[in-house]
């Protein structure tokens, strides 16, 4: 059976062309620089060190008065399920990045909801949505205040792959920076970007008390990555189901996921992508930026700065 190609990239040259979209992005409507959540995960983190490099670039080759620099502003919005090493990740990042920052709880905010949505405080999961889309109308009321853009930060295992997100919570931003990198490769550009001990943070969205993405989802994403990329190969489900690299890649995980075996765990990797990430796609479906990636049979290439 032919291979499932997985992608790599050289560092630099994906950093300025991802770089190079933020700041035609924010100068095509004429912005000030971008907003951003910041969560202290390896996806906030990254877009924001994308961005906050792109803007030190463009800032110091403006030429004296002819045009405004560009500002990048983290905000930090935790709620009371997130753990407290979320909000101090979060710190490090901006604090590292020495960009101009807020925190501001949005508990009150999600207890307002009560008096109008008592419904959805009663299930974790709807409570969870609903601090999500909370969050994404702080950010958008702040880049209208500001004149900025909402950049978003969402991966492609995550929007494209399954659509693990929130329809108008997350997913509400102007532009998708890492759109088009699976987790595997952003863990990768973290890395390069000197962010090498949130690299490896365990994948959680904070919107319910010790949740985490793979126990939501029963698998890592990088079974999202090579079930999807077998998929835009032209794999057939059969195929991937008896396929030796995705075999490889789910079978280790079953003892602590709630599917039993490699096809169950497919199939609800086809579900995902077909009936939920192509779906919202056609709902909301922000700009990511053309990066060059590169194929090959995994195991073929060294990673790294």
């Known amino acids: 059976m032919r291979p499932i190609l997985l992608p790599y990239m050289d560092f630099e040259q994906v950093a300025n062309e991802i770089g190079d979209f933020i700041i035609r992005t924010v100068t095509k409507v004429g912005a000030t620089g971008a907003v951003m959540g910041v969560s202290g995960g390896v996806d906030s983190t990254t877009v924001a060190g994308l961005a906050n490099r792109a803007f030190n670039r463009y800032n110091f080759e403006l030429e004296s008065g002819k045009d405004k620099k560009l500002e990048l502003v983290g905000y930090m919005l935790p709620s009371n399920t997130n753990n407290p090493v979320d909000l101090e990740d979060g710190k490090t990042v901006v604090n590292k ?71 108008f919570g997350d997913g509400a931003v102007h532009c998708s920076p890492i759109g088009g990198l699976s987790k595997r490769l952003v863990r990768q550009m973290a890395c390069y970007l000197g962010f090498n001990e949130l690299a490896e943070r365990v994948p959680t969205a904070g919107l319910e008390p010790g ?30 189901v008896n396929h030796p690299q995705v075999i490889d890649m789910v079978n280790p995980e079953l003892s602590k996921s709630k599917y039993d075996g490699v096809r169950q765990v497919v199939e609800n990797v086809f579900d995902r992508h077909y009936n939920v990430a192509l779906p919202k796609r056609e709902i909301i479906h922000p700009p990511n930026p053309k990066i060059t990636l590169n194929y090959e049979i995994p195991g073929g290439v060294c990673y790294g700065k």
């Open 211 to 240: 949740q985490t993405d793979f126990s939501d989802l029963g698998y890592s994403y990088d079974v999202v990555e090579i079930v999807v990329e077998g998929i835009e190969q032209g794999f057939s489900f059969k195929e991937l």
């Open 97 to 167: 990045l020495g960009i101009r920052n807020e925190t501001q709880s949005i508990e009150q905010i999600v207890n307002a909801y009560g008096s109008t949505n008592p419904e959805a405080l009663r299930s974790g999961y709807d409570k969870g949505n609903l601090m999500s889309r909370i969050r994404g109308n702080l950010l958008s009321t702040k880049s209208a205040t500001e004149r900025k853009v909402v950049l978003g930060t969402g991966n492609n295992d995550e929007d494209f792959g399954i659509g693990y997100y929130t329809l």
